[in-house]
């Protein structure tokens, strides 16, 4: 079984000794890692998760830069008191995000597919996904974002209070709809046409244990019912029905949603804005005349 590295250090490459392995997943799971001796952080319970490889993490920098969609999350996440977990492919992605992460706060793991095979192109779906079910659980509120997000600094506790009302209301994890209920090529047998579709760059996970479950389910209906496109929503969408018990609906406001000139950040004061860096510049300009910060978000 493979194992990892470790030094000494916040966020250090640790060694990872596979402590079971998942029959369906397949995945040695991460376990190991809270064994590991490391300063508390501000905030132990609740953090950020998130997963990237290829393009996004050869682009990471230290400070701002062009399209460094990675990089801009990585620094609204270091400005607040929250820990987060970044995924990526191998050890030489390791190496370069522990070299180009903003803050330590910010620790690095990595997630191979089992077998060793380097995912590409639509697959790389395969990867995010496999990366949120091999960390989970992670913090006992884990909240998973895409990389192309900015986060309204100063409202960050507002966002992590919505874990406060999925518990509240009894449910393991919370979503907001998709721009499209159900796409055509997104048909399911089995699941009702009412149910729509849940944006998976935004997830609550708020029930641990739960939570690595679905978060299980999700990775195998990808790997074996994948839609055409390679989208990964589809195959959410039929493991959320059969959770949906446990499903917590966030109102779509919380984020703003779109490329630039679609959709105003500053309309209903949204926690999260979703489109990417490259975006948010043009909009910036279009609208704010380039103004580096929008209502809160740093562009």
């Known amino acids: ?3 990892r590295r470790r ?5 250090a490459p640790r060694t990872v000794w596979p402590c079971s392995v998942r029959r369906g997943l397949v995945v040695a799971t991460l ?3 809270a064994a590991a001796k490391t300063k508390p952080s501000a905030n132990t319970t609740r953090g950020f998760l998130l997963a990237a ?9 230290r400070k701002p830069s062009g399209k460094d969609d990675l990089g801009a999350l990585l620094r609204d996440v270091c400005a607040t008191p929250y820990p987060a977990r970044l995924v990526v492919g191998d050890a030489s992605e390791q190496a370069l995000a522990l070299k180009n992460r903003p803050c330590t706060t910010v620790d690095v793991a990595v997630y191979q597919h089992p077998g060793g095979r380097r995912l590409t192109d639509v697959h790389l779906r395969y990867f995010k996904v496999g990366a949120i ?12 974002l895409d990389n192309d997000v ?4 100063g409202a960050v506790d507002e966002l992590f209070a919505i874990f406060d009302v999925i518990r509240k209301n009894g449910k393991a994890l919370g979503l907001s709809g998709a721009h499209v209920c159900a796409p055509r090529q997104h048909k399911l047998k089995g699941v009702s046409s009412k149910f729509c579709e849940r944006n998976s760059g935004m997830i609550f996970f708020a029930e641990p244990a739960r939570s690595a479950k679905i978060a299980a389910a999700w990775l195998r209906e990808l790997e074996h019912h994948t839609s055409k496109d390679g989208h990964d929503q589809m195959p959410l969408r039929k493991v959320l029905y059969a959770n949906r018990d446990h499903l917590y609906d966030v ?3 919380t984020q703003c949603r779109g490329r630039s000139g679609m959709a105003s950040p500053c309309s209903g004061m949204p926690l999260i804005w979703h489109a990417h860096k490259a975006d948010r510049v043009r909009w910036a300009r279009a609208h704010q005349k380039g ?3 929008v209502c809160g978000f740093v562009v």
Do not use: N
């Open 31 to 33: 376990c190991c890692l």
């Open 133 to 144: 079910a091999s960390s989970l659980p992670l913090y006992t509120y884990t909240l998973s």
């Open 53 to 61: 490889t290829r393009t996004p993490v050869k682009d990471l920098r």
């Open 7 to 11: 030094t000494t250090g916040i966020g």
């Open 150 to 153: 900015a986060l309204r600094r």
């Open 251 to 253: 109102p779509k406001k």
């Open 291 to 293: 103004a580096a910060e």
């Open 1 to 3: 079984m493979a194992w």
